[in-house]
């Protein structure tokens, strides 16, 4: 096959990137991405401070480009992200406890209802536990307004989207012997043995010096497919974009029947959140890089 989307959609995966929509008057950007990505998600534009920026006053004009640029370039959409401690805008930080509560719901409510139906996967909570090696909850406003935050998200999110699939989705989880990774594995296990709606897990994957690839990967994510959800890595960079590592997270994907895609996080070095690790699979000129051929190779 000839570009990744292609190849990955010959393993019944899709392969995706992370757009913005400032770039999207970018020729060079819109036609890699447009070539080679089956899936996108929105980088910033769906996130709480850009679709909710006054409290009850909801704008999508900022997603409604990233979507609609993917819809009309045959694109399947990641919703990212309904409920998470950054990004909040000023009037969300100010609130705690209930009125923070129905404010979490009303939010969820109100962005999956204007998407409804138009969304393969939303990350309903995003990067809820801390990192180290406690396991436990990361502090936040959120967290404060109550231990059952993320069900009551999930439950929020299921009734005003049935048919997308509701992801938790978190960094730092990736390697198998991490407390993060096991705390989030008792989460799952727990919220579907209760039945609290979840259907899926997405792993950032953002790799660098402080937290390496790990072979273990692959046994992560077998073990959360074992518990009944799909599984998705979400916003893959690697520092440094080693095409060896680049391939082994694509066949650690591959090997796992419920890995339902990979998603860079953005189309060209220049573009990346992390610039500086040059991490990502295009130069800034937009010709591939050696760990492109690595990942079309391993699909
Ligand atoms: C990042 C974006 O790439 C940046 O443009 C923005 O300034 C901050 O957020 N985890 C996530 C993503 O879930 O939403 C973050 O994206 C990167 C880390």
Known sequence: ETTLGAAAAQNGRYFGTAI???????????SIAAREFTSVTAENEMKIDATEPQQGQFNFTSGDRVYNWAVQNGKQVRGHTLAWHSQQPGWMQSLSGSALRQAMNNHITGVM??????????????????????????????????????EVAFRTARAADPAAKLCYNDYNVENWTWAKTQAMYAMVK???????PIDCVGFQSHFNSDS?????FRTTLQSFAALGVDVAVTELDIQGASGTTYANV??????????????VWGVRDTDSWRAEHTPLLFNGDGSKKPAYTSVLNAL
Do not use: M
């Open 190 to 196: 727990d919220f579907k043995q209760r039945g609290v």
């Open 250 to 263: 694509t066949n650690d994907c591959l090997a796992v029947p419920r890995c339902l895609g990979i998603t």
């Open 212 to 216: 390496p690839y790990n072979s273990n």
């Open 20 to 30: 913005a929509s400032g770039r999207l008057g970018d020729a060079t950007y819109t």
């Open 113 to 150: 209802t204007h998407y409804k139906g138009k969304i393969a996967q939303w990350d309903v909570v995003n990067e809820a536990f801390v990192d180290g090696t406690s396991g436990a909850r990361r502090d936040s406003n959120l967290q404060r307004s109550g231990n059952d935050w993320i």
